[in-house]
C-alpha cells in the first residue's frame, strides 16, 4: 500500500505531461513553433533566414542565427510530432520549475501537489498563451532558475549565456550577477553569450550581419509596439504618446526603473534567492522594448514567492494574470492608441503590477531590517 501510495504522486506529473503530450499532437499549428521550424529550416536549405517570412503564418523569424542552428532538430521532425514533443516539453520545463521553487525555499513538494499547481499554472494567460503559440518561454526560465540558483558551480553561468545567445533578454540577469559578486558566474555568461554570437557568425554569416546591424534595433520587427499585449515600459509609452517612442525616452524611463528593480533584486538575494531571480525577470521584461504577455511566465514563480511572504499579494498578483485586464479595452489595430488617461492602468496591468511588486518588496525588506535591529525586538 505504501508503495502505491508513493507511485501516486510521480503519476500525477507523469500524467500532466502525457496530457500535454497528446494535445499538442492533436491540436498543432503553433504559430510560434511553426517559424521556430522555417528558422531551423532555413539553416537545413541554406535560404535566407530573414530574407522573407514564414510561409505558413506570415510572421519573421526574429531570434539571432545561433537560436536558429538550436532550432534544426524541430524543422527535422513531422509537425505532428514536434508539436506535441515541444508542447510536452514546456509542461515539463513547467513542472520542474514548480518544484525547483518550492524546494529552494524549504517548502515540501510532494509530487501530487507539484501536479495539481502545474494545473492550476494553466489558469495564468502568460502559460496558456505560451503553450498555444508554441513559445519557448518556460523552458528559458527554468534553465535560467536552475543556473541563477548555484552560482558557484563551476559551469554556472552557462545556461544564461545560452538563453542570452537565443533572446538577448537574459543579459539582465548577467547584471544580477554582477550586482551580487557572483564575477566567474557572470564572466562565464558573457563568454558563453559572445561565443552563441560568434557561432551565429561563422554558420550564417551573411544573416548574422543583418541581424546585428539591422534587426536588433528595430522594435517593430516582433510586431507593433503599441499592441495591448506588449506590456513592457517602452509599450507603455507609445500608448501613451501615441506613436513609436523615442529611444531617447524609452532608455530614460525604462533604464533607471530597471536598474531600481535591479537593486532591490540585489538587496533580496541574501533573503530568498528565488524572489532576487524574478525580480530581476521582472526588471528584463519592463527594460526590453516588447515584452509579449506570454513573455510574463515568470508570474509562476513570483506567485510561489510571494505565497510564502503574504498570501493576500499572491492571490492578488495570481489574479491580475489569470483576468489579463489590458483585453478589457478595445485593443488591435491601433486602437490602443485612443485609450483614455484612467484606460492606460488595466492596459498595462501586467507592467503596472511588477512596479508594485517591486514597491512592496522594497518596503518588505526595510520593515524586515527594521524588525532585526530594533532594540524592544518589535517592529516600528
Known sequence: MDRVRRGVGPA???GVVLGALVAGAL??????????????????????????????????????????????????????????LWTAASVAALVATI???????GR???????????????????????????QVNLLLMLALLVDLHHPQRRWSGLLVGVAAGIK??????????????ERAAARRAGLTFAGTVLLGVLVLPGPAASYW???????????????????????????????????????????????????VARRWWSEDRTAAICLAAVAMLVASPVSWSHHWVWA??????????????????????????????????????????????????????????TIVAARALNREHRCVVSPAGRCG
Open 168 to 181: 538577448l533578454t537574459p543579459l539582465v540577469l548577467v547584471v544580477l550577477l554582477v550586482l551580487v559578486g
Open 99 to 105: 518544484a525547483l521553487v518550492l524546494r529552494a525555499q
Open 108 to 134: 515540501p513538494a510532494p509530487p501530487a501537489a507539484i501536479a495539481v499547481l502545474a494545473v492550476g499554472a494553466l489558469a495564468l494567460e502568460p502559460v496558456w498563451q505560451t503553450l498555444t503559440f508554441g
Open 300 to 357: 509562476v514563480p513570483l506567485t510561489l514567492v510571494l505565497w510564502r511572504h503574504s498570501r493576500p499579494a499572491a492571490l492578488a498578483w495570481a489574479a491580475v494574470f489569470v483576468a489579463r485586464p489590458f483585453t478589457w479595452l478595445p485593443w488591435g489595430q491601433g486602437r490602443e492608441r485612443d485609450w483614455r488617461w484612467f484606460e492606460q492602468v488595466p492596459g498595462n496591468a501586467y507592467l503596472l503590477a511588477a512596479l508594485a511588486l
Open 12 to 14: 500525477c506529473i507523469a
Open 213 to 263: 546591424s539591422e534587426g536588433l534595433i528595430d522594435a517593430r520587427r516582433v510586431g507593433p509596439p503599441a499592441l495591448a499585449h506588449n506590456q513592457s515600459a517602452y509599450g507603455a509609452l507609445t500608448r501613451l504618446l501615441g506613436e513609436p517612442a523615442p529611444t531617447w525616452l524609452w532608455l530614460v524611463v525604462a533604464g533607471p526603473v530597471a536598474v531600481a528593480i535591479l537593486a
Open 27 to 84: 491540436v498543432g499549428g503553433f504559430p510560434d513553433l511553426h517559424v521556430y521550424r522555417y528558422g531551423g529550416s532555413a539553416i537545413l536549405h541554406h535560404t535566407g533566414l530573414y530574407a522573407a517570412d514564414d510561409p505558413v503564418t506570415g510572421y519573421p523569424f526574429t531570434y539571432p542565427p545561433f537560436a536558429a542552428a538550436l532550432l534544426v532538430p524541430l524543422a527535422v521532425l513531422p509537425g505532428t510530432a514536434a508539436a506535441a
